[in-house]
């Protein structure tokens, strides 16, 4: 399968945790949604052509490495407070931010779709953020290779699935402190109502595996690697033998 | 075709010193008001400020500049707040979008402005005050409480990227279906689609104000005690054909015996990279800012011509007015 890499830097990135609300903590790397409209982006798809089930999208598997261990911050926000059709007051929260992260970004599907995206991804419709409209993106380099299989040794990545129920192995290095994995149950993709407004579909749990954190699977399938990554391994987030996770109007 | 008319965007570095200040705190902490930093994961930290800071201080220079600016709450009904929605009318609804939750109408901004950051850490110094018992009807004698404001003193390098082809440009899933072709715009349909737009005239002016608000910049809290002036004391100004912030990455300074020195390597790299793409490009340099300014302004005249900062304004102004 040919493979579109894409190596980014981001000064800041933030990815919410989808039930967060007065803090906001932010997952480590990008889950699939924001994959995918970074996609929808670079090809000037509007989010109703973006989320429809059909193409131009469909199909396009992602994932993603982390390249460096960010700095973090948690910044306040203040929000108004709307009481008897009056702004009223305002009420902080807390949304974490990344700092200085640094991704290598892959998409899998049919080689005209990711010669299209290599071709948006050079020339985008609308620049290019992970996370808030602000949180802006470089492109440092990008690829398109062959994948090839590789070793089910994971870290700085996201798998599908929750950690605590696959059969793993820690990889312990020598001095270094890492977080824990984070396992998030999360949407790959939305649906648009007559509104206009975004409901997510495809509820899937997949782990985050920080920097620091090297695990082996053995049991996950379809693990590759490519000769951008130097080694690393990855497995795409939204395989098609998810499907049965899927809801109905997702899959169908 | 003329060869404006092929630029989609515009990409600004600059870099922005503070001498004392917390442009952009975060919460309080006891009776301490924190300034909004990040934690590498080597533990030290730098401080920053967001892009949301500056686009409020880019909207009041704006109104400084006589612009009528968007009441943003013009609307309150149940738990949702509804923006005027005219963006033809309010260059910040133009040039920094707007949500209307009530009917999906959403505008994402077409100027993106990343959070400033420090070049240096931070190293913890705090300003004592005493917010005095005066103020809450006692006498003098009662004395006050005491409070402390982190402060630093840091150069920070911000980022802006302007998206040309949609400034002036609302399209119908922006704006709504318009029963009426808003005054000063022309309406045309591209592929099923309504777009208004405004005069070229027009959308020069809204795109020389933000350079011009940029140029004049301060705000941000305490400024009453701890005024700053964030405009840039270097700027690097592209006209591109693609949409990239190529200045992101591209800023870094060191701080020796006294004086900052602008590290031209990453900057170079990022002309460079992006060469192909760049139509126009002017540089802003403060007189007697960098320790290594004869230096910067040698590496630099190759990609494009060093001027004043206030001259660099000018020139990138007269740059988006042939649009």
Do not use: C
Request: aromatic letters at 10%.
């Amino acid at each position: 399968m040919n493979v579109l890499w894409v190596k980014v830097a981001a000064p800041v990135a933030s990815f919410r945790r989808p039930l967060d609300h007065n803090y906001q903590r932010t997952l480590l790397l990008p889950p699939p949604t924001t994959l995918l409209g970074l996609a929808g982006a670079a090809l000037g798809l509007s989010e109703g052509e973006l989320w429809h089930k059909g193409p131009p999208l469909q199909g396009l598997l992602v994932a993603a490495l982390a390249l460096q261990k960010p700095g973090g911050a948690r910044d306040m926000w203040t929000v108004m407070k709307i009481k008897n059709n009056k702004i009223t007051e305002r009420s902080p929260y807390f949304r974490e931010l990344l700092f200085f992260a640094r991704y290598m970004l892959l998409y899998g599907g049919p080689t005209d779709l990711l010669e299209a995206l290599q071709a948006a991804f050079t020339d985008p419709v609308y620049p290019l953020s992970l996370g808030r409209e602000d949180e802006l993106i470089i492109l440092e380099d990008m690829g398109l290779e062959r994948a090839v299989a590789g070793e089910a040794r994971f870290f700085g990545t996201v798998i599908p699935g929750d950690l605590r129920q696959l059969d793993f192995r820690w990889l312990p290095r020598p001095g270094i402190i890492f977080e824990p994995p984070v396992v998030e149950v999360l949407p790959l993709g939305f649906e648009l109502d007559q509104r206009g407004m975004r409901h997510p579909v495809g509820a899937t749990p997949f782990t985050f595996l920080p920097f620091d954190l090297e695990v082996e699977v053995p049991g996950q399938k379809e693990v590759f690697t490519l000769e951008a990554l130097e080694g690393r391994s990855f497995t795409w987030m939204n395989s098609p033998s998810l499907a049965n996770r899927m809801s109905p109007s997702w899959s169908t | 075709m003329s060869n404006l008319q092929a630029s989609k965007a515009v990409a600004l570095g600059y870099l922005m010193k503070v001498s004392a200040g917390n442009i952009n705190a975060s919460h309080t902490e006891g009776n301490v008001m924190v300034a909004k930093k990040v934690t590498l994961p080597d533990g030290s930290s730098v401080p920053y400020f967001s892009g949301q800071a500056q686009r409020r201080m880019l909207r009041d220079r704006m109104e400084e500049l006589g612009f009528t600016l968007s009441e943003t709450s013009a609307l309150v009904s149940g738990q949702e707040v509804t923006p005027p929605v005219r963006p033809w009318e309010f260059i910040d609804e133009d040039l920094f979008g707007y949500l209307d939750p009530s009917g999906g109408r959403r505008r994402t901004s077409p100027v993106r402005v990343s959070a400033a950051v420090g070049l240096f850490p931070f190293q913890g110094d705090r300003d004592l005050g005493t917010r005095s018992f005066e103020r809450f009807g006692q006498t003098m004698e009662a004395g006050g409480n005491m409070f402390e404001t982190e402060l630093y003193a840091n150069l920070f390098k911000g980022n802006m990227l302007v998206e040309l082809d949609r400034i002036g440009i609302f399209s119908d899933l922006e704006v709504g279906k318009q029963k009426e072709v808003p005054e000063g715009a022309e309406k045309i349909e591209k592929n099923g689609r309504q777009f208004y737009i405004l005069s070229a005239a027009e959308r020069q002016r809204r795109l020389q104000a933000l350079l011009e608000a940029l140029g004049l910049l301060w705000g941000g809290g305490r400024t009453a005690r701890m005024l700053s002036d964030l405009s840039p004391r270097f700027l690097a100004y592209a006209r591109l054909k693609v949409k990239h912030p190529v200045f992101l990455e591209a800023l870094q300074a060191r701080f020796v015996e006294g004086s900052f020195y602008l590290n031209p390597d990453p900057l170079l790299g990022a002309l460079e990279k992006f060469k192909n793409y760049q139509e126009t490009v002017i540089f802003g340099l403060e007189s007697g800012f960098f320790g290594n300014e004869a230096e910067i302004r040698q590496q630099l005249q190759d990609y494009g011509p060093v001027y004043t900062v206030h001259g660099a304004i000018a020139k990138a102004k007269e740059d988006l007015g042939k649009l």
